[in-house]
């Protein structure tokens, strides 16, 4: 018997006699502590053949339960490569759809790069039509149990009428077909209204994401109107008036402007009226884009990814930043994962203002990674190539990190590269993130 390729194992920083299994694949948290059951000779002693205890031997079987330890002649990468076709590539139960009503914005942040790129894009009555019926025929076809709707842009609450007549009428349709829906958006906040939200509640409007880029002083000045106005107060506000209505995902961006900022921000919304509606409060470093990739762009488009490349003062700030919203009490993110997102899903797939398809929202406006139109039935070549093509090369099948990541985010190979055919390998930001992660769980599990 062997161990599996995606087991990852860490001692406890405050009692070494403490140690957490993780399998990346199964997602899996064993913790060991008891001394006389160490994984870490557990595992030795199955790869050299060494005789073994009663107790050992017991834990061994329990192990293989759980597919954390294989026999000798199983295949573990044709195992994961059947996970990720079934469960990732082909999934039928979740269907998921982020639409762009527009990329026009009322914000005029000075760290976005659509500001240089951006054009008027508006979803025309025509075309609110011809997505509706796109969403309708693929429901009928695939019969999902649930849909996700997720509202992008540009600044999405710009054109309301798009959200309503969308949402109102996929939730008849969803209805209809004995399918769960719920539906968000991510919206800089600032025409949020009690109206509007009391409005699409009863048909699926569960959620949103707020950025929020340092207290009020630093915010600021980095999330401003056109006219230089800044906007935190008008956020906060709307955020107040909705409290107990959604569910709230706390994002921000920093830099060395305002990131010392960061930590009374979330001081401040840990005692704002909405806290107990923050379900995640997540912040990133501010990343530098390819001129020359946005300079080649159509349509323009801000970037959706949560995780790009981070270097090691990047890493630094996010943990830290992490371990003070943990110490506050505000919820923070649970699994360490840059993927599969829903780049991989043949299922999941992002509609722009003038119907084209794309596979990932970032790609908005790049017409030659379009996969499609709302009036196609099926994808286009590119759409076809994008879900099939490999997405991770031999050296990455060696890694225990393959299951979070899958060769990482594709908008980042096509920055810092051109091309979606080469990996995006995050291996130091995974290695430090899940160790951050499994000293959290040997803590929580310790407790029960």
């Not at 996970?83 to 914000?107: F, S």
């Not at 699409?200 to 707020?210: E, N, T």
Request: overall charge negative; some cysteine; charged content about 25%.
């Amino acid at each position: 018997m062997k161990p599996s390729k995606f087991n990852i194992i860490s001692s406890s920083k405050e009692s070494p006699n403490k140690i957490l299994l993780y399998n990346t694949l199964h997602d899996h948290r064993i913790l060991f502590d008891d001394p006389e059951l160490n994984p870490q000779i557990l595992f030795e002693k199955l790869k050299n053949n060494f005789s073994m205890s009663e107790k050992e031997s017991d834990v061994v079987s329990q192990l293989k339960e759980m597919g954390l330890v294989l026999d000798d002649e199983v295949d573990e990468q044709a195992l994961f490569d059947s996970w990720y076709h079934e469960k990732i590539r082909e999934r039928t139960d979740v269907m998921q759809v982020t639409i762009l009503p527009t990329m026009n914005c009322n914000l005029a942040c000075d760290y976005c790069f659509e500001n240089d790129v951006r054009e008027n894009g508006i979803m025309k009555p025509e075309m609110i039509s011809q997505t509706i019926d796109w969403m309708t025929q693929r429901l009928t076809n695939i019969r999902p149990r649930e849909l996700h709707m997720t509202f992008f842009g540009g600044e999405p609450l710009l054109h309301p009428k798009a959200i309503r007549e969308i949402s109102k009428s996929m939730w008849s349709v969803c209805e209809s077909l004995n399918i769960e829906m719920a539906f968000g958006m991510v919206t800089n906040g600032v025409l949020l209204t009690p109206e509007f939200v009391e409005e699409l509640l009863p048909v699926g409007f569960r959620w949103i994401k707020i950025t929020f880029d340092g207290d009020r002083e630093a915010h600021d000045k980095k999330r401003i109107k056109h006219n230089r106005e800044g906007t935190f107060d008008i956020i906060y506000d709307n955020l107040c008036k909705i409290a107990g209505k959604l569910k709230v995902s706390i994002g921000g961006n920093f830099d060395n402007d305002n990131y010392a900022s960061m930590f009374s921000l979330v001081d401040r919304i840990r005692q704002s009226p909405f806290a107990n509606d923050i379900v995640s409060a997540r912040f990133k470093p501010i990343m530098k884009i390819n001129p020359d990739i946005v300079s080649g762009r159509d349509g323009k488009v801000t970037s959706f990814c949560e995780v790009c490349s981070f270097n090691d003062p990047q890493i630094n700030g996010i943990l830290a930043l992490q371990e003070k919203t943990r110490s506050t009490g505000l919820p923070v993110q649970k699994r360490p994962e840059i993927g599969p997102c829903e780049y991989h899903s043949r299922h999941s797939l992002t509609i722009g203002p003038d119907g084209s398809l794309y596979k990932c929202p970032a790609f908005v406006g790049v017409s030659h990674l379009a996969a499609g139109h709302v009036r196609d039935e099926k994808y286009n070549a590119q759409g076809e190539t994008q879900v099939t093509m490999p997405k991770w090369d031999e050296d990455c099948e060696s890694c225990a990190y393959l299951p979070n990541c899958c060769g990482g985010c594709r908008m980042n190979s096509v920055n810092k590269t051109g091309s979606l055919e080469v990996k995006s390998c995050e291996g130091n930001y995974l290695s430090r993130s899940i160790e951050d992660f499994m000293q959290q769980e040997i803590a929580r599990l310790s407790e029960e």
